[in-house]
């Protein structure tokens, strides 16, 4: 699974966050991603992957 990707005038490749995850495991991880970034958010409507970029994938696993 991988997070913070983007396209358009300034795109950015997504980095691998966890290996080959169960179709469970997937929805159990981006519901815990959702709920990070919510709680987290430096702006008002920063952009995931901008949060990605900021937090880090480390970050965003814990």
Known sequence: MEVGGKLGRHPRFAKKLVNF???????????????????NMG?????????VERVGVKGVLS
């Open 43 to 51: 702006e008002e409507f920063e952009r995931f992957s901008e949060y």
């Open 21 to 39: 995850v169960s179709q469970r495991e997937a929805v159990a991880t981006i519901e815990k991603l959702i709920d990070l970034y919510t709680k």
